[in-house]
């Protein structure tokens, strides 16, 4: 069985993750993924990636705040996602061109998520007219991009600061001894 389509069951995920069910129910509810009889690689990716970032000091609020912003990002620019209950996460075991996507779901924009202009996946079909605009209806993707960039801001300088207090962390217990086994 090819490593991507491999599916593992909510203990296999615990073992995995080095985390208890408990914890990916609660992760699950709070991000609005489906429970499943049978995990795929991209549901252990984005739990794996919450995990970090939580371990990072990332608060679970800012997270999620980060988390919806996505989804509206996704939606107002009619990102071709696969269809299904998955469709949010299915790019997260993907590893091409990490500058292009956003952080959580790893959907592709087709331009970095930083860029002061919006071309990617813009929908050209003719739709009826809304009763009132994207501004009016607080869908307007600038605007999104805008509160993107701060929360995505303060994530990367929460964990720089991170990385130096693990790195000295690190630098303690070999002082100390510790075979830095896999730091």
């Given at each position: 069985?090819?490593?991507?389509?491999?599916?593992?069951?909510?203990?296999q995920?615990?073992?995995?993750?080095?985390?208890?069910?408990?914890?990916?129910?609660?992760?699950?509810?709070?991000?609005?993924?489906?429970?499943?009889?049978?995990?795929?690689?991209?549901?252990?990716?984005?739990?794996?990636?919450?995990?970090?970032?939580?371990?990072?000091?990332?608060?679970?609020?800012?997270?999620?705040?980060?988390?919806?912003?996505?989804?509206?990002?996704?939606?107002?620019?009619?990102?071709?996602?696969?269809?299904?209950?998955?469709?949010?996460?299915?790019?997260?075991?993907?590893?091409?061109?990490?500058?292009?996507?956003?952080?959580?779901?790893?959907?592709?924009?087709?331009?970095?998520?930083?860029?002061?202009?919006?071309?990617?996946?813009?929908?050209?079909?003719?739709?009826?007219?809304?009763?009132?605009?994207?501004?009016?209806?607080?869908?307007?993707?600038?605007?999104?991009?805008?509160?993107?960039?701060?929360?995505?801001?303060?994530?990367?300088?929460?964990?720089?600061r991170?990385i130096?207090?693990?790195?000295?962390?690190?630098h303690?217990?070999?002082?100390?001894?510790?075979p830095?086994?896999?730091?």
């Amino acid at each position: 069985m090819k490593r991507n389509h491999e599916t593992m069951t909510t203990a296999q995920l615990a073992e995995r993750l080095c985390r208890p069910a408990l914890w990916i129910s609660r992760i699950r509810k709070k991000f609005g993924l489906p429970n499943l009889d049978r995990y795929p690689r991209c549901y252990e990716s984005f739990l794996r990636k919450i995990r970090d970032l939580r371990n990072l000091g990332i608060s679970e609020e800012r997270l999620e705040t980060l988390w919806g912003i996505e989804k509206k990002l996704i939606e107002t620019l009619h990102l071709d996602l696969e269809s299904g209950e998955l469709s949010l996460i299915e790019g997260c075991s993907a590893e091409i061109d990490p500058d292009r996507r956003l952080l959580l779901s790893n959907a592709d924009l087709g331009v970095p998520p930083m860029a002061r202009e919006v071309q990617a996946g813009l929908d050209f079909q003719s739709r009826p007219k809304e009763l009132f605009g994207g501004r009016e209806m607080g869908e307007d993707a600038l605007r999104l991009f805008g509160e993107y960039h701060v929360i995505f801001q303060e994530v990367r300088e929460t964990i720089e600061r991170e990385i130096k207090v693990l790195k000295a962390s690190q630098h303690w217990a070999k002082s100390v001894g510790f075979p830095p086994r896999h730091l």
